[in-house]
Structure formats: structure tokens, C-alpha cells
């Protein structure tokens, strides 16, 4: 079966080498960390026989752990816990740009680094990244993957690419094809990828009308976690679904129970005289269904409402009573005394943040004031959530660099030999938006200068100006050498009277 789209490796030929790429044996299967499934290539079914492959439990179970995260984000509290990861990964500030590259460790022409910010500055584009940057990471951090299909003109693909539409994780999924070759001196067994490409299905999860397309054509974003099994990526919210869960179990039962508990209720005994038993049944019957009152809560929707044919939380008592006794009488049961107790609520949603890594001082937002003091009154927690934002963004822009590749081989800016040296020189550098760094620099540069005034008198003497500039101000003689050039360039400062 023909592979739909375009092959640039096929495309494009790296002239800087002839060698045909070679496989080396292992005996060991390759280890997939992006959640490729992995089938056997060895099988003679065919294409059909693969597609059947896939409605295994552990497709299933990916596309029903993509269903439960994106419920779980709808729940309040992991809303509000994702939007303040969102919001510190990409910053959305009308004056600038979310993202930039850098290129200051890449040792090629400033020309060709030119073309390759302006390739990166087309890829933005194409996402439209200023505008839609936090939704697309949001998706991404959600569903735990992300899919995009590069739309490129066979008839002129030096255009490069000329679209770009994200696919839902449930319809498609990537395929690696492992065979197994055997070594005729030892009778070991070798593994080896013979082939890649992506399953893409218009209707969920199923395989009747599949679709093989090639993976070039494709950038595939993953989280980087998988699961127990290996087999499929999952989302950064995999280990708080359960939490999530457990939050709205008890947000529930606490309704319920302060519904069901608040009022005081009553108690009926009905002097029912010397009726006989079935005469007496029916006469409590029918005072209960004259005076009762049918109050049903509503999970789904939170109301409360009177549906007389449900069976009632605010059930009344109704005792008979024989001749003899006090007569006909209504007491009350007073209502619950630990109504306003919710600690367990404010467990689950503490271990809900902590799950996420989120600081939980963000969870109380009526108690929590915003201020701004000196880097070390920061707490332990807000240093850790900046690092994981961190990890965050550079798993995130896999999808940059992925498309800029196909840029800059599509237009010949580099060959694809040269792109594994370009690909570990160059970085994304996302905007900061928190005053922790803007403090963490200032008190950093405080500090230098209070050691430069300490170590001042021994220059000359124990230190040189070199070894002060170097170990103490953390000047490298690149930055020692503009300094000089920009202090020669501005003009000397007037005195003032």
C-alpha cells in the first residue's frame, strides 16, 4: 500500500556524504521512549494483519486515558492549577513575541543564521503562535502528545511549508515496524526498525479505513512520560486523575451530606388505635404521603429539586403508636454540629496541586498576596515550579525545531547531514514573565559587586584584574572586550552643579 505523503529524505540528497545509512545489530529490541506501538514486521498478513494490531488494550486504553484527562481538566481546582503552569511556560505579552531562537553557540556564516531565524520566524507563523501559543501548549500538556501535518507543494517543495493542521491524538497514532534478523554464527537474534510511518483514522479508533502516511510528513510532539507498560505516552496529568476523581467524590458527599443534615427532622408518631395491621399501614401511608416532601439533589447539575416518585435524602420518621400511649405527636432530630468541617476536601485539593507540581500557596487565592521582596524570601516550592516549567518548555519545543528542520531542508539551508550539529547549537528561549529572575540576576549582581568592593584592596597584590574579572565578576573576554569598545564609543558623563 502506497504511503500517503511526501518522503524529503527521498526528496532531498545530502551531497556532503554518500554513505547509505547502515543498521547495526542488537540483540536487544529497540526501547521506544515516545510511545511509538511497536509491531512485528516478520508477520506475512500483510497491511491488513498491522491494522488489526492496533485495536489491542493498549490502543484502547490510550484513547481512553486522552478522555479522562481532558475531564479531569474541566474539574475547577485542575483548571486553575493548569492555567498557572500555562501561564508561566507561555507568556502571552502584547509587546513581545513568547519564543525566540537562539543562535550564538552555532559556528556557521551569520548569513546562514540569518535565514534560519527567519525560517524559525515563519514556523510562529504558521502556528500562529502569538496569538494561539498557550492553547496549543495546553492541548499538548492535556493529551500528553501532539500532532501536526505539514501541508508542503510536491511540485515545488523549495517553497517549503505552505500549512500546517494539528490531527486529534485519537486518530492517529505512530507505527514502528521491528524485524528480527538472525545471525548464522552464534544464532542470536537481532532487532531492528525496518520501517515508520503513521496510522491516521477520520473515525475514533477505528481501523476499517486506516490510512499509512509518511512520518516525515508528520511532526509528533510527545510528553515524554509513558506509562507502566511502555507502550503509550501519557499526559502530565496521568497521575492526577485519580486525585481528580477523589476530589469531586468528596465535593459530592459533602453536598449531600450538608443537604441531607442541616435541617431538623421530624418525627411522626401516629396514633393508629386498635386498627387492625393492614388498616394501620394504610392510614400511616396516607398521612406520610399528605405531609412528606420529596427533596432530590442533582450531582450532574448541583439542584436540588422535589421529585416525590425518587426516594428522599430529607426522609421524615413515622412511627405508629397503639392506644394506650401518649397519642398522635411530632419531635425533631436536630441537625448535624460539623457542617462547616472541610478538611477533607482541602486534603484532596492540596494533594491535587502537589500532584501537578503546582506551589500549593497558590491554592488559597483569598489568603495569598502578591508581593515583591528579595530572591530568598521565595519559597523552596516556587523554585521547584520554575524548573519544572522548564522541563516543560524544552519537551515543548520539539515542535518548533521538528518543523524547522523541514524548513531549512526544503529550502537547502542546510543539508541533513549538517542539521544533528545545527539541531544541539541552537535553543528556544521562551520570555519570562515572573519577577524571580529579574530579583535572582539583581541580587546575584549585588552580590559580585560587594565581593569586588571586599577583594578591591588585594588587586595587585594577591589577585590580578584578569582572575577578579573572571572569577568574581564572571566576565569572559569576549564580554571584557565590548565593554572596553562601548565605554571608548560613549561619550564621558558631565559633571552636574
Known sequence: MKIFGIDISKRIKDESSDEEEKVLPSFAPPVETDGSQVISGNSTSGYYGQVLDLDDASVGNERDAILKYRAAAAQPECDTAISDIINGAIVADSSNVPINLSTDNLDI??????????????????????????????????????YYHLLIDPDNIKKGIQEVRMIDPLKIKKIKEVKTKTDNDTGVKSHYVAKEYFLYSDSLGSSTNAVKIDPTSIVYVPSGNLDDSGKFAVSY??????????????????????????????????????????????????????YRNKLVYD??????KDDRKAMSMLEDFWLPRREGGRGTEITTLPGGENLSQIDDVLFFQKKLYRSL???????????????????????REEVKFQKF?????????VLFIEMLKVQCLLKNICTEGEWPEIREAITVDYIEDNFFSELKDFEILRE?????????????????????????????DEDYERIQAENEEEPPPEDEF
Not at 241 to 262: G, T
Not at 299 to 304: F, L
Not at 362 to 367: F, M, S
Open 448 to 476: 559580585r559587586i560587594t565581593m569586588l568592593e571586599q577583594v578591591q584592596p588585594f588587586i595587585g597584590q594577591y589577585y590580578s584584574n584578569k582572575w577578579v574579572r573572571s572569577k568574581v565578576l564572571n566576565l569572559s
Open 357 to 379: 507540581n503546582v506551589p500549593v500557596g497558590r491554592l488559597d487565592v483569598e489568603g495569598s498576596q502578591f508581593g515583591i521582596g528579595r530572591a530568598s524570601e521565595i519559597s
Open 237 to 290: 496529568l496521568h497521575k492526577s486523575v485519580k486525585l481528580v476523581n477523589q476530589l469531586r467524590i468528596m465535593e459530592d458527599a459533602l453536598v449531600i451530606y450538608r443537604i441531607s443534615r442541616a435541617p431538623e427532622r421530624r418525627i411522626f408518631y401516629i396514633d393508629i388505635g386498635n386498627l387492625p395491621k393492614g388498616k394501620a399501614e394504610q392510614y400511616v401511608q396516607g398521612i406520610m404521603s399528605k
Open 389 to 397: 516549567i522548564n522541563r516543560l518548555r524544552k519537551k515543548f519545543s
Open 299 to 304: 450531582a450532574t447539575s448541583g439542584e436540588v
Open 109 to 146: 556564516p551569520d548569513n546562514v543564521k540569518d535565514l534560519i531565524r527567519e525560517e524559525f520566524q515563519n514556523v510562529c507563523k504558521l502556528l500562529s503562535f502569538n496569538f494561539n501559543g498557550q492553547d496549543i501548549f495546553r492541548r499538548w500538556y492535556i493529551d500528553g502528545k501532539l
